[in-house]
T-cell receptor, first 116, second 116 residues
Framework: AQSVTQLGSHVSVSEGALVLLRCNYSSSVSVYLFWYVQYPNQGLQLLLKYTTGATLVKGINGFEAEFKKSETSFHLTKPSAHMSDAAEYFCAVSDVKGDSNYQLIWGAGTKLIIKP | DAGVTQSPTHLIKTRGQHVTLRCSPISGHKSVSWYQQVLGQGPQFIFQYYEKEERGRGNFPDRFSARQFPNYSSELNVNALLLGDSALYLC???????????????FGPGTRLTVL
């Protein structure tokens, strides 16, 4: 069964520093990959997704992620952190096996802390 | 346009009771999915409905049921509540026009259920 691993339940960076949030998935079959962000007391918002095509995906708020099939990874980066980026980030994967019993499999989340 | 709305925002129940959670999707969206998010974990898929038909079911007991109405709104019902059912219940809607695996899901703010 598919699983998603996010390394680090908490990541702390200084304002202006590089943000790197790691995501690895278990299956080597074709997948679609997503990053969502959850601000306190709010629902989840899509940052970016990879379906097909270019493996470097640009999303909202300056975030981007690179799909590396050989490493089964989809790490999220942002060159310069802002205080407003403080939130919890979730990586999710769906299998490309048709529409029967479609579901997203989610990682446990990484809480991003921005230090002034 | 209004986003996904959920009601109630908070709910306190006791063990053995029944609960109904409600979700209204974004206008024009025909697919609704339900997730359970336990504190400190990623969302767990419960159900997906499209055009009033169940299209996917996660690994949850039969105490959990759902339905989708002709206006595409949805209800999640949980019977015989257990302490472990305490969680944030998220509803997400998606257009449902294409392949479900690539559809962006738009999340509501969730219903916080506490079981005492």
């Amino acid at each position: 069964a598919q699983s998603v691993t996010q390394l680090g339940s908490h990541v702390s960076v200084s304002e202006g520093a590089l943000v790197l949030l790691r995501c690895n998935y278990s299956s080597s079959v074709s997948v679609y990959l997503f990053w969502y962000v959850q601000y306190p007391n709010q629902g989840l918002q899509l940052l970016l997704k990879y379906t097909t095509g270019a493996t470097l995906v640009k999303g909202i708020n300056g975030f981007e992620a690179e799909f590396k099939k050989s490493e089964t990874s989809f790490h999220l980066t942002k060159p310069s952190a802002h205080m407003s980026d403080a939130a919890e980030y979730f990586c999710a994967v769906s299998d490309v096996k048709g529409d029967s019993n479609y579901q997203l499999i989610w990682g446990a989340g990484t809480k991003l802390i921005i230090k002034p | 346009d209004a986003g996904v709305t959920q009601s109630p925002t908070h709910l306190i129940k006791t063990r053995g009771q029944h609960v109904t959670l409600r979700c209204s999707p974004i206008s024009g969206h025909k697919s609704v999915s339900w997730y359970q998010q336990v504190l400190g974990q990623g969302p767990q898929f419960i159900f997906q409905y499209y055009e009033k038909e169940e299209r996917g079911r996660g690994n949850f007991p039969d105490r959990f049921s759902a339905r989708q109405f002709p206006n595409y709104s949805s209800e999640l019902n949980v019977n015989a509540l257990l302490l472990g059912d305490s969680a944030l219940y998220l509803c997400a809607s998606s257009p449902g026009r294409g392949e479900f695996s690539t559809d962006t899901q738009y999340f509501g703010p969730g219903t916080r259920l506490t079981v005492l």
